[in-house]
């Protein structure tokens, strides 16, 4: 059943209690990254992705997504659960021993929604372009997502990558970049700057679209479809989203610090506060 952008934009709020949660109770993970993504997942998976449950591998007449930067799993997670993929209880489960749901995402365990085991960057956009070039042979419609981070762009892969799905012409394709300006060494400018991205994506043969408000849910549904406007045109479409790492938790924006930290106790209370939902469905 489709829901209404108020009841998604709860479910943003209970996406980032449980991204808190589950890297909290094992004092590891990815908060940042995964909190500044959640307009992106829940616009993703409630109002623009044609997919099927139950979930098969081969993905035939349905969109696929690729997360490439794995590191945010529990973004991830908490998504593919509260869509209906995998029980809500299994996020209690998060980077333990035997599980599923390992900090970077894997196939060998057969989690329903992931596709690619995506612990090394860089990787993610050649795999989506294969699967996209594999839809066109076959006849299929339907589109290819991916998810990158902007430190991801400093890998020489994705760079071949981009320039490859320009040349083939692979137009049924929507590349989003998640431009927070953060990585876990400091912000991207010092670390390796992007310099003009923008330019950069379009001298490298992409459509691109550039949104600044990437942490409003209706603005990135709306950025998200006028992506899915520009397909088919012979050019891969690619999305600068500008999110705040951290988004929803104040002492955790502003700063790389959160990028793979964990909250303490007295910090997850915190955090819950400002995460107040009236009847959380918490795991």
């Known amino acids: 059943m489709s829901k209404s952008i108020e009841e998604l934009k709860s479910l943003t709020t209970q996406i980032r209690r449980d991204i808190l949660r589950m890297v909290h109770a094992v004092n590891s993970g990815h908060p940042g990254g995964s909190l500044g993504c959640t307009e992106y997942f829940t616009a993703l998976y409630g109002k623009v992705m044609n997919y099927q449950l139950p979930f098969t591998m081969e993905g035939k007449n349905e969109d696929l997504f690729f997360l490439s930067n794995g590191h945010i799993s529990p973004v991830f997670y908490s998504t593919l659960s509260r869509f209906g993929f995998f029980p809500v209880s299994e996020l209690a489960t998060f980077r333990k021993l035997n599980t599923r749901l390992q900090g970077h995402p894997t196939t060998h365990d057969n989690l329903p929604g992931v596709r690619i085991a995506s612990g090394s960057l860089g990787q993610g956009l050649s795999v989506a372009i294969g699967a996209a070039l594999a839809k066109k042979l076959d006849g299929d ?143």
């Open 141 to 283: 419609k339907s589109l290819v997502y991916t998810l990158h981070g902007d430190g991801e762009l400093q890998e020489g892969q994705i760079w071949e990558a981009l320039m490859f799905a320009a040349a083939k012409k692979v137009d049924n394709i929507i590349a989003t970049i998640d431009y927070n300006g953060r990585q876990i060494d400091g912000d991207t400018d010092d670390v390796l700057s992007l310099g003009d991205l923008h330019a950069k994506l379009e001298a490298f043969g992409w459509k691109v679209l550039n949104e600044k408000n990437g942490n409003d849910l209706e603005t990135v549904i709306s950025i998200l479809e006028r992506a899915k406007a520009e397909t088919g045109n012979g050019k891969p479409v690619a999305i600068i989203l500008h999110t705040e790492m951290g988004y929803g938790v104040d002492y955790m924006m502003g700063s790389h610090a959160w990028h793979g930290k964990a909250p303490n106790n007295e910090q997850l209370d915190t955090a819950f506060k400002q995460l107040y939902l009236e009847a959380p469905d918490d795991y």
